[in-house]
């Protein structure tokens, strides 16, 4: 929903992760510094307020849509998506927005460890006991959302479920505090509070470990969903992959801490170094191209690769999760204030590891890069405290550690290294956004978004400009093309003589116009011509422009959330109202899932009285014209009648072999019959609560 209101940016990523933990962090503080004194001055249970906490989360699910909304239409004025003042402004309203429910769900961990104390004031433990509970139900949320609910209920009913499940946990939290209210409630007081002491988490290596876990774990986090694009694809289900693996990982190594705490054999912090200045390098040498990769334009997650590179990060997550539990445990000895503070430590890591992912590190140097930089804090931690171990075991741990960091840096390879040494003339470019690799000579050129195939040079992309101007009515003078690409569409729009607008949401794509073109610069300098940074919609919202044709060609593949944001019957109801009388709207379907195609098709159809479909020029995938005015019914000849000679030399700049006319005709003669290929369930379509082709799991599985 994020995505939806501020663009399908990596900074929105972050920091949403980074407002989360921020939230988090505050409420552990401030929920372990005023349980005690809540208990005290109201004589009610912890659980009381544990129940507050839970009921005001629920609430969460009805205020975040509204507040999303309200934000985006602030942001309008703050210019292009990637100016400094849009991204500040924007990160400031995901806060706004998000912020207040984080809060409460970081309480609730003291305000539980209070309720427990309460139960059993001999408990010291119970930090970590919590911990692996929650751990476990967020990734069974994780879990759950990404593959059935969001899929089988949309977003709406799904955050409808999220909000009675909180408000079920909160009645059951005030029927526990009801029991509690005829037992003493003694104030939750420990020696060092009642000492006036100020307990600050721990001794200072404590505290520093704390920071830098949570620190380095998001960082990573941000990096491995980029990193792993090109295995697990853009798809919804990739990022839910990693979190759901985080969190299993975790999980398992809160279990593990439970089980040695149980049998009193709990691991030192030094034997966990150990083993972390190793795992943490384990995602490096697993992302090797030459092991995982073949065939980057293949939209389809390969199982074998997403399962070796998913594992590769569980070891790393795993001891983690027993080393993090520990540690607090170690420091509150069961007290929610001491908790509090100590978990809060960590949850500061947790909020500047992604930002400085995101805004430093992505931009300037390679994933493989930053994940070697993030892992070597595990190895000064392991060689601070090695002292510790005996001699055969530090030079056997060293050994592994030097061994496996000289692989990563000097033998395994990026993608970007494995595509300068397999092809041509490859350019590299980094932003804030993405990765963006353009390579190829002549007409076998490729453009690469996170090692994703975009484009090639093909005509169909000449055709969703020449096809929507040749069908209006009257001399078309102004067009809007979402998606930039190589800039194909956009210098054929150009050969028109119209006024022409090309939005584009990675700023290193547009920057890539002169590796496709030599007459770029001539095309970049036309007073005609204008490229946006920004996503599509935002700039449909905040432009106030109507246009004669809009053409948009959704980025692939068609089950990420940048193609079913484009493909939803919302986005027709804002492109609606940019469209000059007789105006035409090109959608470009590439093909695909027979299911999907029905409901991109219906979800236009159902948008514009008076659609028609075609044909790409090699023969897959069709382009959807779609408009208020009825689109005449014209041949190829009097299609090309009503072109410039500038527009019908640029049509036949990729294929002289026959004449204008057959060109033309081998599309325009082939069209659809659109109604007789809708499917008959009118609810197969896609919205923005209901992507039907970005949530598809059960569906395929089904089939």
Same mark, same amino acid.
């Given at each position: 929903?994020?995505?939806?209101?501020?663009?399908?940016?990596?900074?929105?990523?972050?920091?949403?992760?980074?407002?989360?933990?921020?939230?988090?962090?505050?409420?552990?503080?401030?929920?372990?510094?005023?349980?005690?004194?809540?208990?005290?001055?109201?004589?009610?249970?912890?659980?009381?307020?544990?129940?507050?906490?839970?009921?005001?989360?629920?609430?969460?699910?009805?205020?975040?849509?509204?507040?999303?909304?309200?934000?985006?239409?602030?942001?309008?004025?703050?210019?292009?998506?990637?100016?400094?003042?849009?991204?500040?402004?924007?990160?400031?309203?995901?806060?706004?927005?998000?912020?207040?429910?984080?809060?409460?769900?970081?309480?609730?961990?003291?305000?539980?460890?209070?309720?427990?104390?309460?139960?059993?004031?001999?408990?010291?433990?119970?930090?970590?006991?919590?911990?692996?509970?929650?751990?476990?139900?967020?990734?069974?949320?994780?879990?759950?959302?990404?593959?059935?609910?969001?899929?089988?209920?949309?977003?709406?009913?799904?955050?409808? /479920?999220?909000? $009675? =499940?909180? +408000?079920?946990?909160?009645?059951?939290?005030?029927?526990?505090?009801?029991? &509690? %209210?005829? #037992? !003493?409630?003694?104030?939750?007081?420990?020696?060092?509070?009642?000492?006036?002491?100020?307990?600050?988490?721990?001794?200072?290596?404590?505290?520093?470990?704390?920071?830098?876990?949570?620190?380095?774990?998001?960082?990573?986090?941000?990096?491995?969903?980029?990193?792993?694009?090109?295995?697990?694809?853009?798809?919804?289900?990739?990022?839910?992959?990693?979190?759901? /693996?985080?969190? $299993? =990982?975790? +999980?398992?190594?809160?279990?593990?801490?439970?089980?040695?705490?149980?049998? &009193? %054999?709990? #691991? !030192?912090?030094?034997?966990?170094?150990?083993?972390?200045?190793?795992?943490?390098?384990?995602?490096?040498?697993?992302?090797?191209?030459?092991?995982?990769?073949?065939?980057?334009?293949?939209?389809?997650?390969?199982?074998?690769?997403?399962?070796?590179?998913?594992?590769?990060?569980?070891?790393?997550?795993?001891?983690?999760?027993?080393?993090?539990?520990?540690?607090?445990?170690?420091? $509150?000895?069961?007290?929610?204030?001491?908790?509090?503070?100590?978990?809060?430590?960590?949850?500061?890591?947790?909020?500047?590891?992604?930002?400085?992912?995101?805004?430093?590190?992505?931009?300037?140097?390679?994933?493989?890069?930053?994940?070697?930089?993030?892992?070597?804090?595990?190895?000064?931690?392991?060689?601070?405290?090695?002292?510790?171990?005996?001699?055969?075991?530090?030079?056997?741990?060293?050994?592994?550690?030097?061994?496996?960091?000289?692989?990563?840096?000097?033998?395994?390879?990026?993608?970007?290294?494995?595509?300068?040494?397999?092809?041509?003339?490859?350019?590299?470019?980094?932003?804030?956004?993405?990765?963006?690799?353009?390579?190829?000579?002549?007409?076998?050129?490729?453009?690469?978004?996170?090692?994703?195939?975009?484009?090639?040079?093909?005509?169909?992309?000449?055709?969703?400009?020449?096809?929507?101007?040749?069908?209006?009515?009257?001399?078309?003078?102004?067009?809007?093309?979402?998606?930039?690409?190589?800039?194909?569409?956009?210098?054929?729009?150009?050969?028109?003589?119209?006024?022409?607008?090309?939005?584009?949401?990675?700023?290193?794509?547009?920057?890539?116009?002169?590796?496709?073109?030599?007459?770029?610069?001539?095309?970049?300098?036309?007073?005609?011509?204008?490229?946006?940074?920004?996503?599509?919609?935002?700039?449909?919202?905040?432009?106030?422009?109507?246009?004669?044709?809009?053409?948009?060609?959704?980025?692939?593949?068609?089950?990420?959330?940048?193609?079913?944001?484009?493909?939803?019957?919302?986005?027709?109801?804002?492109?609606?109202?940019?469209?000059?009388?007789?105006?035409?709207?090109?959608?470009?379907?590439?093909?695909?899932?027979?299911?999907?195609?029905?409901?991109?098709?219906?979800?236009?159809?159902?948008?514009?009285?008076?659609?028609?479909?075609?044909?790409?020029?090699?023969?897959?995938?069709?382009?959807?014209?779609?408009?208020?005015?009825?689109?005449?019914?014209?041949?190829?000849?009097?299609?090309?009648?009503?072109?410039?000679?500038?527009?019908?030399?640029?049509?036949?700049?990729?294929?002289?072999?026959?004449?204008?006319?057959?060109?033309?005709?081998?599309?325009?003669?082939?069209?659809?019959?659109?109604?007789?290929?809708?499917?008959?369930?009118?609810?197969?379509?896609?919205?923005?609560?209901?992507?039907?082709?970005?949530?598809?799991?059960?569906?395929?599985?089904?089939?």
């Amino acid at each position: 929903m994020a995505f939806a209101s501020f663009g399908i940016i990596t900074p929105v990523l972050s920091v949403v992760l980074s407002v989360f933990m921020l939230g988090l962090a505050i409420g552990s503080w401030g929920g372990g510094r005023s349980v005690g004194a809540l208990v005290k001055r109201t004589g009610l249970s912890a659980a009381f307020f544990y129940a507050g906490a839970e009921l005001l989360i629920g609430c969460g699910a009805f205020a975040v849509p509204h507040l999303f909304k309200a934000s985006e239409r602030l942001l309008l004025p703050a210019g292009q998506m990637d100016s400094v003042t849009y991204l500040m402004f924007s990160a400031l309203a995901l806060a706004i927005s998000i912020f207040p429910w984080c809060v409460c769900m970081g309480a609730t961990f003291p305000f539980m460890m209070g309720y427990v104390r309460e139960l059993d004031r001999g408990n010291t433990k119970s930090f970590s006991f919590l911990y692996s509970a929650n751990v476990l139900g967020a990734m069974a949320g994780t879990f759950y959302t990404a593959v059935v609910l969001v899929e089988q209920l949309g977003f709406r009913h799904t955050l409808l /479920a999220a909000a $009675a =499940a909180n +408000f079920t946990i909160g009645f059951i939290s005030l029927c526990l505090a009801w029991e &509690q %209210r005829q #037992k !003493s409630a003694t104030p939750l007081e420990t020696t060092a509070e009642s000492a006036g002491e100020a307990v600050v988490g721990g001794n200072a290596l404590n505290q520093l470990v704390l920071f830098s876990t949570g620190f380095i774990a998001m960082a990573m986090e941000v990096v491995w969903s980029r990193a792993f694009t090109i295995v697990l694809k853009t798809q919804v289900y990739s990022f839910a992959l990693i979190v759901f /693996a985080y969190l $299993a =990982a975790t +999980f398992i190594g809160s279990c593990a801490y439970r089980r040695d705490l149980r049998i &009193q %054999r709990v #691991k !030192s912090k030094t034997s966990i170094f150990s083993a972390l200045a190793v795992t943490a390098f384990l995602p490096v040498l697993v992302n090797d191209p030459r092991f995982l990769v073949e065939h980057y334009w293949d939209a389809n997650l390969d199982p074998l690769s997403a399962v070796l590179l998913l594992a590769s990060i569980c070891p790393f997550c795993g001891l983690l999760g027993y080393l993090t539990p520990g540690l607090i445990d170690e420091v $509150a000895v069961g007290d929610p204030r001491r908790a509090g503070q100590a978990y809060a430590i960590n949850v500061v890591g947790c909020i500047l590891g992604p930002l400085l992912a995101c805004y430093i590190l992505l931009p300037f140097i390679s994933e493989r890069a930053a994940l070697i930089l993030l892992a070597l804090p595990f190895v000064a931690f392991w060689l601070a405290l090695c002292r510790a171990q005996p001699l055969p075991q530090r030079i056997g741990v060293l050994t592994i550690t030097v061994a496996v960091a000289a692989w990563t840096i000097f033998v395994s390879q990026t993608f970007e290294s494995f595509m300068i040494q397999n092809a041509k003339n490859v350019v590299l470019r980094r932003d804030y956004v993405a990765s963006v690799i353009s390579f190829g000579a002549q007409m076998d050129k490729s453009l690469l978004v996170n090692g994703v195939g975009m484009t090639k040079l093909t005509p169909i992309t000449k055709f969703m400009s020449h096809l929507p101007l040749s069908f209006h009515q009257g001399p078309p003078k102004s067009v809007l093309i979402i998606c930039f690409g190589m800039g194909t569409t956009y210098r054929s729009a150009l050969s028109w003589d119209v006024d022409t607008t090309v939005v584009e949401l990675v700023p290193s794509v547009a920057k890539s116009f002169k590796f496709y073109y030599p007459d770029a610069d001539r095309l970049i300098q036309n007073p005609k011509g204008r490229i946006v940074t920004d996503d599509g919609r935002r700039y449909l919202n905040r432009c106030g422009k109507k246009f004669d044709v809009i053409v948009v060609d959704p980025p692939p593949p068609i089950e990420a959330a940048g193609s079913s944001l484009l493909f939803s019957r919302d986005f027709y109801e804002l492109a609606k109202q940019h469209l000059n009388t007789n105006g035409i709207l090109q959608m470009w379907f590439p093909g695909g899932e027979l299911a999907t195609a029905q409901a991109v098709t219906r979800s236009i159809v159902e948008s514009f009285p008076y659609v028609r479909g075609f044909p790409s020029v090699w023969g897959s995938g069709v382009h959807l014209l779609a408009s208020f005015e009825p689109i005449p019914v014209l041949d190829a000849k009097q299609l090309i009648a009503r072109m410039p000679v500038s527009a019908r030399q640029d049509m036949e700049e990729w294929d002289s072999s026959q004449d204008a006319v057959a060109y033309l005709s081998a599309v325009i003669t082939n069209e659809y019959n659109l109604p007789q290929g809708l499917n008959p369930d009118t609810s197969i379509q896609v919205t923005d609560d209901q992507p039907y082709n970005e949530y598809f799991l059960l569906r395929r599985m089904r089939h």
